[in-house]
């Protein structure tokens, strides 16, 4: 029947696409066939291509395998290319980008569209030239977009869950590092500028003092001669001390919610008189 | 009626000042209309000052932008100047601050008061005087008590309540450090003067060495080098550790209580058998 | 009556030793009358003894007031004298110690008591001699006792039985670093040693590195420069990242559960039904 | 009896074999008798062993008693290797290794038996040569079994436990890290690489500054000097604040679990209406 042909068609297109969709979709949940093996190359490759990123920058390597690097490059492209191709042709079988058009343009700027996009397009201007090398290194990211596939799913989504949840205090306890830092720079460059000119020659210069100081990082290349500078810059290192201790208290008490939250929806108590629960 | 008159006059003025009150005011909850432009404009300034006071210093930009840097000043300070003066007049709106005379004095020896002062009288003595300059950059603590009109006030609020709510310990815990300190030091000054007389000339320059080894910045301009010296060195170091773990610990302690009275507030357990509170 | 003299002067004596035992005694609690004032001229001559102690060795100030400094030591060494004296006549009065001689050697021996003595006798062999100096800085360990008088009573106890609470998970951790310390520094040894004989001489040499790095102090004196010594060492470094993770971790929940405790006995809930403790 | 003489001579066996393995066992409990005795022997030795692989390597001290510690390696070995040989022979009183060959063989390579026989074995082949002297550091690993027999058996297993209980959170913590390393060196090499090409020469080279940065142990061997170099510089460092912040906040979880289920199974309450668990 006619009615049914065009049904038939988009069957087996939706088969086809679907059984892709299937095979490439990485969201969270236990692996198996055809998409336990496709993620497990996907890893493999963005494990491999990070290698080749890291050893192409040692010059005894670089010159001995010159060859190896760059038919890599040029395998790692044309696979990430096709995956990239692909995943825009099947993405209208997820319910967030059903539209032909719409929905895939939606998709195509998408975070993780956009770094997938990002890993490919360096290669088609330039080969290995160092001032694009920079941006093969955001193939790296979609490394964290695979995590959830993993054994560590579940311990990948409690710390993001943490995380999010406290996103506003952690936010603004970077906000407060910032600012404490302007004003301990500030004051440090009035105190030392005189005495060590070259080193704290202005609050910017000052400030890289500022954050190794509140980090307790202490490279050793710039700090305070003065008495008043040292100071100061003990008691930075002391306030560098809660510096540690905020994101800290922030991110456990994020934690401990989402495990006393999990825990109180599988541990419900019931009240043992009247059945309601308690 | 001449009876009406004054309090329509009354009136009349508590209206303007009382607009111009509540345009002014920060505290806590959602801006909206005047308020919110104003408290905008407000944070503008001020950021674009800490900017101004940190690239001032900065002698390739402090020569180009040396005018632009000085209209800058002048406009902040004639801003902030109108600004603290009609703060002045509007504050007896305030329940605290209700008596004309007494209420305005007090205002004005409150902290934010006082704040705002800072931030302004230095220019009225000297402009861009170094000497003064460094008062200047109280102005930046102003952009802490903007924090609270932000979509941060939750978060700030909730840091804010977790360090009031352990003070105590916070004080003596710095307490603790401070006199660890003071001890180490005064033993490591008897255990390395005579073979490094020069850095460690004093207790006071051995603090030098014990704080930043004890916050573990450890910048290397001082460390021991007599294996008395390394060995009480080494204690000092894991102390630290312990160091780190003292104000954490208390910081957490405080989040999560916070954390659990806000919940317990919201999430009230009833008896299902007799409806009474749990 | 001849039966009532002996009781009398017991009494007599009994009075004036028990108010006496009253106005030193430094257990918790709210002061007043004559032990505040004491307590407070105590905190002031120990803390003047630590400023003493501290400036002393700045020669500047050294020779400018060097008489100052002999009458202040004169001084406080007279005043310890005579309290550490008093102390051991009323220290009958406390239960522990009530026997008049058993007692008073058992006070003798107490660590408090130690720690008072040890603050005392060596002035009485040298005057600011170097050596016996350094026994001088005991009387710093003198503040700690007075904490318990202070405002801070309860954060201090909270601490301390915080800390106490978990002492043995406290000392384990300490021991686990002191194994891993000796481990690292066995395998640094034997691959920096060829390579930089002079810095990574010995095992006992090297552990001064490892020290620095795993409380990630790392002063910049002594640091692998192989590529396995550095791939050790950042091994090293992320370890210590653990370092700072385990007592924090052990810490805080000792303060959790204290405050747990505390707060359970003050909120006990009771069934609304039968009235009984729930 | 014939029927009873083979259980006889295999009780008797049993019985000697029983008492040596009781004698040797390290499980969780108190010690008594012989055991204990034992294991303070073997607590000893071991400790002793660790000082002579230590001391053994300070130049001064190895000329002096090159013949002690000649004779005391010669006692250790002989020491562990009949304490090996008697685990094997006595490991089959052990449920998990009943069968007489199958069961000795699954010991064999068992962990901890595999470090008691990498202890010894060097020995047999050189003796003190500083190429295998690094195998003998083994031998400290085997102090960690010897925790469980001590006073500090109950906070051993829970810090165990804790760690035991977040084992993925912190394996996949440390990846992260890693993860963050490559990339932050990768842009590091690259922002810095032309103004200090010897100092990062390459990607792996810029590890070494990433991993001393990210764990604020800084000791000033390696550092950016450009602007953007510093910017990334400082990122990396409040980025490593945060580091701290996730290993402390996944143990702490961890132990307050431990902590809460423990009570949990010793406070749980009943209803004081009907007696059943709440």
Redesign the interface.
């Known amino acids: 029947m006619l009615a049914t042909e065009k049904p038939a068609y988009k069957t087996r297109t939706h088969t086809i696409r679907h059984r892709l969709y299937r095979a490439l979709e990485t969201s969270y949940g236990k692996r198996r066939g055809v998409n336990l093996y496709f993620n497990l190359i996907l890893v493999t490759v963005i494990s491999l291509n990070?290698l080749a990123?890291?050893?192409?920058?040692?010059?005894a390597y670089n010159l001995k395998y010159e060859k190896l690097f760059y038919d890599f490059e040029l395998f790692s492209v044309t696979f990430f290319t096709i995956e990239y191709l692909l995943r825009i042709w099947v993405c209208v079988e997820n319910e967030k980008y059903q539209h032909p058009v719409k929905g895939r343009l939606r998709y195509i700027f998408s975070t993780s569209a956009i770094i997938d996009f990002l890993a490919i397009f360096p290669f088609f201007f330039t080969l290995f030239a160092?001032d694009l090398?920079?941006i093969r290194?955001l193939r790296?990211?979609r490394?964290?977009r695979l995590?959830r596939i993993s054994?560590?799913s579940?311990?990948?989504r409690?710390?993001q869950h943490?995380v999010a949840d406290r996103k506003?205090?952690?936010?603004?306890?970077?906000?407060l590092?910032v600012?404490m830092l302007?004003?301990v720079s500030?004051?440090m460059?009035?105190v030392e500028?005189n005495v060590q000119p070259k080193l704290f020659?202005?609050?910017?210069?000052t400030?890289?003092w500022g954050?190794?100081?509140m980090?307790?990082?202490?490279?050793?290349?710039i700090?305070p001669i003065t008495?008043l500078g040292?100071l100061l810059?003990?008691l930075v290192?002391?306030m560098?001390?809660?510096?540690?201790?905020?994101?800290?208290?922030?991110?456990?008490?994020?934690?401990?919610?989402h495990?006393r939250t999990t825990k109180t929806a599988s541990q419900k108590?019931f009240?043992?008189?009247?059945g309601?629960?308690?």
Do not use: Q
Not at 215 to 221: E, F, L, N, P, S
């Open positions: 990070a990123i890291v050893l192409h920058t040692v010059p160092a090398a920079i290194i790296l990211f490394i964290f995590f054994r560590y579940h311990a990948f409690m710390i943490a506003e205090e952690l936010v603004l306890s970077v906000v590092i600012f302007i004003i500030s004051l460059y009035y500028h020659s202005s609050i910017p210069a400030m890289w954050v190794t100081a980090t307790t990082v202490g490279y050793g290349d700090y008495p040292k810059g003990g290192a002391i560098g001390v809660g510096l540690f201790a905020l994101p800290t208290g922030i991110l456990v008490s994020g934690f401990l919610d495990v108590r009240c043992p008189h009247c309601k629960e308690l």
